[in-house]
């Protein structure tokens, strides 16, 4: 059975690490179709939005989300948590893994 799942790469170290989390469930057997989407920082400056409303729409579709590290800037430019409003503006209470080293 073939498995649809949010892929969130991240920034920084974020997409080396969920690099070797989708090999390593690949290489278990799992038969996934990612469906790849930025977030932060990289997403504010491709598509205007921390959190792009197709990679909503993609969240809540598929029901599971892996998520590599996002930037969280402080200060004035400040804007919240990639984490925090991805699973409280989604379904992903208990559905999401978060990809750390």
Known sequence: MK?????????????????AVVRILETAGLEVEWESYLAGVLALERHGATLPP??????????????GPVTTPVGVFAFPSASLT????????????????
């Not at 197709?54 to 998520?67: C, G, Q, T, W």
């Not at 379904?91 to 990809?99: E, Y």
């Open 3 to 19: 498995h649809t799942i949010t892929l969130i790469p991240g920034d920084g170290i974020g997409p080396e690490v969920t690099g």
């Open 54 to 67: 197709e990679l909503l729409d993609s969240i809540r579709r598929n029901k599971v989300a892996l998520k």
């Open 86 to 101: 991805t699973t409280n503006r989604t379904p992903l209470s208990g559905s999401a893994a978060s990809a750390r080293p």
